[in-house]
C-alpha cells in the first residue's frame, strides 16, 4: 500500500531518490570506516582501533535510519552492493598506507561530502517537496556527521 502522508507521489519518489544516494554514500563510508577499524597500523594502534569503531557503530545506525526512512515514504531501500557503487558520490579508493593520518583525512572528505550534499537537500526537501519530516531527519544527519567530522578533524591539530 502507497503511503498517504499529505506529500504526492512524484515528491515522494524524488525524496527517496536523494536519500537512496544518501543511504549508498553511508554504506561506502561505513565501510571504508571498518577498513579503518580493521587494518590501521601505527604507535597509535589500539585508541585508533577503538575510535574507528566507535565511528562505524555510528554509520551503522546512521544507515538504519536511513533506510527505514525510505520505507516510511513508501519506497524500497538500495540494499546491494551494484546499487550502493551506481548512487554513491564517494569513492572507494583508498589511500597507500594504513596509517591513522590517512584513514582520518580520508574519511574527514567523505563526512564533509555528505555534510554538503545534506545541506544541499534540507531546504529543497521541505521547500520544493514539501516533505518537512525529511527535512528535519536529514538536518539531524548533518549535525551527526558534523560532530564526526569535527572528531576526525581534532586528531589532525
Known amino acids: 500500500m502507497k503511503a498517504s502522508i499529505g506529500i504526492s507521489p512524484a ?10 544516494k544518501l543511504l549508498a554514500d553511508e554504506f561506502v563510508l ?6 579503518a577499524h580493521w587494518n590501521v597500523e ?5 585508541s585508533m582501533h577503538v ?11 546512521i544507515m538504519d535510519s536511513v533506510a527505514e526512512r525510505i520505507r516510511q515514504l513508501g519506497h524500497y531501500a538500495p540494499a546491494t552492493l551494484k546499487s550502493f557503487l551506481s548512487l554513491t558520490h564517494l569513492t572507494e579508493q583508498l589511500g597507500e598506507r594504513n596509517d ?7 574519511l574527514l572528505i567523505d563526512h564533509e561530502n555528505i555534510i554538503i550534499f545534506l545541506r544541499e537537500n534540507i531546504n529543497k526537501f521541505a521547500s520544493e517537496y514539501g516533505d518537512l519530516g ?18 576526525l578533524r581534532a586528531h589532525l591539530k
Open 11 to 20: 515528491n515522494l519518489q524524488a525524496v527517496t531518490v536523494e536519500l537512496s
Open 30 to 35: 561505513y565501510t571504508k570506516t571498518r577498513n
Open 42 to 46: 601505527a604507535p597509535d594502534f589500539h
Open 51 to 61: 575510535f574507528f569503531e566507535q565511528q562505524y557503530e555510528q554509520l551503522d545506525e
Open 100 to 106: 591513522s593520518l590517512g584513514f582520518i583525512k580520508e
Open 134 to 151: 525529511s527535512s528535519d531527519f536529514i538536518t539531524g544527519l548533518m549535525e551527526d556527521h558534523e560532530k564526526m567530522a569535527w572528531f
